[in-house]
C-alpha cells in the first residue's frame, strides 16, 4: 500500500522525484493509507515537472491500493498524461471517469491539439458536445448567477483556442448566449488564433440571440480568413441567417456550398417551415431525395412547416406517405405535428381520432395543442373534454385554467367562466400576468399589461394614441380577443394596454426607420 510519508516526498522536492522518488515508492512500508491530498500534492508534482515515470507509479499505487479517484483527482491525471505526451494513457484515464467536467474534456482535447492530432481533437471536441451533461458541471450553475465566464475558465489546465472554443460551446448549449459572445470577444482580442470550430461555436451562440448584426461580422470574418470548407459552420451560418428572418442570405449559404449534408438541408428547411414559408418546404424537400436521404428531423421540418404554412392536405399527404414508406423514422413529435396541424385548420374531431390512433401515449404538449387549438376555433365541447384530461396530468398549470375560461368567455358563457375561476382560487392556483420584452442596446425592457412603472411609460402613452388616430381612415381593432364581460370602449382601452402592444411601441419609438422588432410574450 501506498504510503502517505512517501507521497508527501515525491510533493517537496522535485530533484527527489526525478532521481529517486520510483526506487523510494517502490520499498516504501505502508505506514498508513494514503489520503486525497497525499495523492493530489503527487500528481500535482509530476504535472509541474512533467515527469510520466513517476506519474504513473503514482498512478499504479492508487489502483493497487484500490483507491478510486475523485473527479478533480482523475481529472488531475489526465492533465497530466496529457502535459507528459501520453495520450493513450490520459484517453484511457478520461474514458473510465464516471462523469466528466468541462476541464476533464479540454484538458484531452488539448491535449490532442497540442501534440499534433487535430483530427482526434476535433472527433473528442463533437463527442463532447454530445454529452450535454459534461457542459454543465458543479460550478456552471454559479456561472449562470454571477454572469462571469472567467471563472469557469481560470480552472482550465491550458488556456488556448480549444479551451475558448470548448467553454464557448459549452454556454451556447445551456443558452448563455451573450456569455458565449462575450467569451469571444475576450478570445479575439488577446490575439488568439480563431479556427473553424470556433465560428461555429459562436454563430450557434448568435442564432440563440438572433443577433444579425453579430452574424454578419462574424460571417465577413470568415470570409476574410479563407477559411477551409467545413460543412457544420456553413450550417451554422444557414441557421443564424434563418433565425434572424434573412432567408435570402440562408438560401445563398446553402446554395453555394459544395457539400451539403442532411443537417444542412434540414436547417433550410426548418428556416422556411419557421417563417411560414410552406410551398418553399415542400419544393425543397422534393428536391432533397435526389442528394441526401431524408431523416426523421426532415420529416419534422416538413410536418411543421405545413402546419405553420396552412397546407392542411398538402401536409396530410405528406404523413400519409411517410407512414407508407418510412413509418421507422416517426416519433411522437411528427403526430405531434400532424394534430398542431388538424387542430390549426379546425378539424378538432379528426385530431382527437389521430390522437386515438397513434402508437404512443400523448404528452402534454399534444394535449396543449389541442386546447390552444379550441380555443382559437371556439370549440366548447372538444375544449371541455381535452381540458378535463390535462387538470388531471397537471392541475397546478394555471394556463390551461385560464385557456378553459377563455374558451366559454369566447361563447359568452359567463358563468362558466366564474366558475373556472372560482375552481382556481379554490385550487390555489395562480395565473402569472402576460409580458412582453425587447432588447435594446443589450439592455432588457419588460412590459406587463396595463405597464405603469417604465421610466417612458409617458411618452409611450402617447405615441399609443398617436397610433389610435388610425382608426379614422378605416381601421377597426380587433376585439373578440377581449375575453371579459364588458363594452366595447372599455375592451378598447383593454387592448391600449396589452404587454406586447406597450413593447412593441417602445422599440418604434426607440430604433431609426427599417429596424426589425422582435418581441417575446
Not at 198 to 203: C, P
Not at 332 to 358: F, P, T, W
Not at 414 to 434: Q, S, Y
Not at 449 to 457: A, G, L
Amino acid at each position: 500500500m501506498l504510503a502517505a510519508r512517501g507521497l508527501r516526498r515525491l510533493a517537496v522536492s522535485a530533484l527527489r522525484l526525478t532521481r529517486r522518488a520510483a526506487s523510494g515508492l517502490a520499498t516504501l512500508p505502508g505506514a498508513g493509507a494514503a489520503r486525497f491530498h497525499d495523492y493530489d500534492a503527487a500528481v500535482t508534482a509530476c504535472v509541474e515537472r512533467r515527469v510520466l515515470r513517476e506519474g504513473r507509479q503514482v498512478h499504479a499505487r492508487m489502483v493497487a491500493a484500490g483507491y478510486r479517484p475523485a473527479l478533480y483527482l482523475a481529472t488531475r491525471l489526465v492533465i497530466m498524461y496529457a502535459r507528459c505526451g501520453a495520450l493513450e494513457d490520459a484517453r484511457n484515464v478520461l474514458d473510465g471517469m464516471p462523469e466528466r467536467t468541462v476541464v476533464s474534456w479540454t484538458a484531452m482535447i488539448s491535449g490532442y491539439s497540442q501534440n499534433g492530432r487535430p483530427e482526434q481533437a476535433l472527433e473528442l471536441f463533437i463527442t463532447m458536445l454530445r454529452d450535454g451533461s459534461s457542459l454543465l458541471d458543479m460550478y456552471m450553475p454559479s456561472q449562470r448567477l454571477s454572469k462571469k465566464p472567467e471563472g469557469c475558465f481560470d480552472m482550465l489546465p491550458v488556456r488556448d483556442v480549444v479551451s475558448y472554443t470548448a467553454i464557448i460551446s459549452g454556454y451556447s448549449h445551456l443558452g448563455l448566449d451573450e456569455e458565449a459572445l462575450d467569451l469571444f470577444q475576450k478570445l479575439y482580442n488577446e490575439g488568439m488564433e480563431c479556427n473553424q470550430v470556433t465560428f461555429t461555436a459562436l454563430l450557434n451562440a448568435l442564432s440563440g440571440m438572433a443577433s444579425l448584426d453579430y452574424g454578419k461580422q462574424v460571417h465577413g470574418f470568415i470570409l476574410r480568413k479563407e477559411l477551409p470548407f467545413f460543412i457544420a459552420l456553413q450550417n451554422s451560418l444557414i441557421d443564424m441567417y434563418s433565425k434572424c428572418g434573412k432567408l435570402l442570405y440562408s438560401r445563398r449559404v446553402f446554395d453555394n456550398m459544395p457539400e451539403r449534408s442532411v443537417v444542412s438541408w434540414n436547417s433550410v428547411l426548418t428556416g422556411y417551415g419557421r417563417h411560414g414559408l410552406a410551398l418553399e418546404v415542400i419544393q425543397l424537400f422534393r428536391r432533397m431525395g435526389e442528394e441526401v436521404k431524408p431523416d426523421s428531423v426532415t420529416l419534422l421540418a416538413v410536418l411543421s412547416g405545413c402546419s405553420h404554412g396552412g397546407l392542411v392536405d398538402e401536409g396530410l399527404d405528406i404523413f400519409d406517405l411517410i407512414v407508407k414508406e418510412q413509418s421507422t423514422n416517426l416519433n411522437i413529435e411528427h403526430y405531434g405535428c400532424v394534430i398542431d396541424l388538424l387542430g390549426r385548420s379546425g378539424r378538432l374531431q379528426k385530431a382527437l381520432n389521430l390522437r386515438e390512433e397513434m402508437p404512443f401515449e400523448p404528452t402534454r404538449a399534444i394535449w396543449g395543442s389541442l386546447l390552444g387549438a379550441c380555443r382559437a376555433h371556439a370549440n366548447v365541447h372538444v375544449g371541455e373534454l381535452v381540458s378535463q384530461k390535462l387538470l388531471e396530468i397537471e392541475p397546478e398549470n394555471a394556463g390551461n385554467y385560464v385557456i378553459l375560461s377563455n374558451i366559454y368567455a369566447a361563447a359568452g358563457m359567463w358563468k362558466d367562466v366564474f366558475r373556472v375561476r372560482k375552481l382556481m382560487l379554490k385550487k390555489t392556483v395562480i395565473k402569472e400576468p402576460g409580458r412582453s420584452w425587447i432588447i435594446l442596446d443589450k439592455v432588457i425592457h419588460t412590459f406587463h399589461s396595463s405597464e405603469r412603472i417604465h421610466p417612458r411609460r409617458e411618452d409611450i402613452d402617447a405615441k399609443i394614441k398617436e397610433n389610435v388616430a388610425i382608426k379614422a381612415t378605416g381601421f377597426i381593432p380587433d376585439l373578440s380577443c377581449v375575453l371579459h364581460d364588458v363594452d366595447d370602449e372599455q375592451k378598447e382601452r383593454m387592448l391600449l394596454g396589452h404587454s406586447e402592444k406597450l413593447a412593441i411601441t417602445f422599440g418604434l419609438m426607440s430604433t431609426p426607420s427599417g429596424f426589425t422588432i422582435q418581441t417575446e410574450e
